[in-house]
């Protein structure tokens, strides 16, 4: 049997973003030997790009929000499919979450009177989202960095993971590669959490990092664990699209809360034109009171460009589906607009949204102080992951938790912008809480051999194939799933082409067993690909499956040929898991019902 490096740890953490970095500060914390593994340098994990805010009912700005208010503005983002007492906790617990980051060193922005400041953001009914200019997941990481390599965990920088280890129904630890010598590594744990982010990559424009290729995912229900909302997929209405090798770059949200505004190519703000009935009471009808709720009126309706990203990214589609659009396929963001009502406005933008302007100026040589910006839908966050226990976070594996974008349950068919980072701070505290108590109460296990040989094998497939002696190329049949994904998959559905979409990754994932490279293993992009190839095929099926078993339309998922919301489905979230011979089998489960507690407090917003 071959000798591979062994690392031994009572908690291993799979992803050093928001998620992962906060789960291992929390095991730490409670004296258990923790590392954490990353495939990308400590520092380079996606949410370091985030940029619009963390939300958290702080009512530092409007006295009048609440966990509550929190609570239902997610509920109602998420049309009523989210895991409720995880919607419950995450209202609960976010306030203390940013507090404790900022008492841990992160530098927010903060009102006149020194409090943090917060920002509107779509969905939410009160300014809620804490923020640093328009960086606010670079503060954050480099606040929980700071913070948790003083806490005596151990970082593997450039490792990947391929696969989870499991004895006895049990997880036992994970297998990986280094990428510079790219030799195999065993981690053996009595607790993992997989912490590894999202999934934008498998579709050609995201705003997501390269990193973003749904791995954890994969590698959990590989493992056995169960998935669940996989054909929720948000596509936030506003990535950049023109010059091409930016396409998708984002563009946030905050410069909608600032005030920008949508305009078609005849100047028309058509989100006037289409305002959901769930919203109705909510919304402006009147551009000089949505102008003032940006400004903080209290008394002022939001306006329709600050509706859920679902909404406003379908009628973008829609201006620009009907010859409405701008040159470059898009439609305009206008924030300059707003010099007719502030006499700094160019110092506010620069101030307010540093990155945007220095983005558009460098990349698109745009300045939006005096231009509009062209923006199109861009795929950028799974709503759906893995099923986790909502109190816990662990999943179906005892032994295996997962927390962050990877993990399911708390946005529903929708998410709200600023969730999400709130969403890693609340559920990464709780996954590393409850993985060192269960790492302390369970015994290590023993990998067995026979399947640390199976996993190696597999690995090294793709070198025996070699590429120049007839191997299929992994980059070229990677380009063809993001091209079928967006086109077939996208921002609108329909059930012929869901079919012809599962059939053609079919078709790849018979490919991919025949992906080879050459070379050997040091830093060698063809063979991860090859490798990774497989994961992201597994997430395309999943969430293919899953979106053409949901015959309605609701929040991210969007049937043309079943363009309402059914309560037939209304009524149900689809799980994913491996059946016996290992394909995927769906399942529609009952949605549980709901505390009255909480009910009556969604009554009561409606
Ligand atoms: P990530 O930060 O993606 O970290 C994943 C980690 O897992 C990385 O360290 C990666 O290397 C590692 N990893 C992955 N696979 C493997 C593997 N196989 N082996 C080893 N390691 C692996 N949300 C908000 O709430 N507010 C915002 O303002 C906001 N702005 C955003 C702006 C942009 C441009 C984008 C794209 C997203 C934004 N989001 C925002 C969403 C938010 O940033 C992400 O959902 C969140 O950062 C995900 O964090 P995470 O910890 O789950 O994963």
Redesign the pocket.
Known sequence: MAHFETYYHDVLV???????LRAAIEASALGVSVGV????LLGK???V???????AALANVDDRDSWKVHFADTMRGGQYLNNWRMAELHAKESPDRVRELEAWGALFDRTTDGRLLQRNFGGHKYPRLAHVGDR??LEMIRTLQDYGIHQGMEIYQE????SLLKEGGRIAGAF?YDREKGLFRIFEARAVII????M?RIYKIS??SW???G??IA?AYNAGAELIDMEFVQFHPTGMVWPPSVRGL?I?EGVRGEGGVLRNNNGRRFMFDDIPELYRGQTSTDEEEGWRYTQGDKNAKRPPELLTRDHVARCIRREIKEGRGSPHGGVFLDIAWIKEKLPNASEHIKKKLPSMYHQFKELAGVDITKEPMEVGPTT??IMGGIRVDADTQMTSIPGLFAA???AAGLHGANRL??????D?LVFGKRAGEYAAQYAKENSRIKVSDGQLLEITNWALTPFERGLSSGGMNPFQLQSALQELMQDLVGIARTGKELEEALVRIAGLQQQAMKAGCDGNRAYNPGWHTALELTHMLTVAEAIAKAALERRESRGGHFREDFPNKSDEFGRVNITISKDGTGAMRLTTLPKQKIRDDLQQIIDEMK
């Open positions: 799979i992803g050093s973003g928001g998620a992962g593994v990353c495939r990308s994990a996606h949410t790009m985030a940029e619009g805010g963390v939300a606010t997941g490792y990947t993971i391929i990986g912490a590894t982010g999202g934008g705003s997501n990193d973003c290729t791995s954890g590698l984002l946030t950028h966050y962050g974008e990877c912008g600023g969730n999400s980072l709130s890693l």
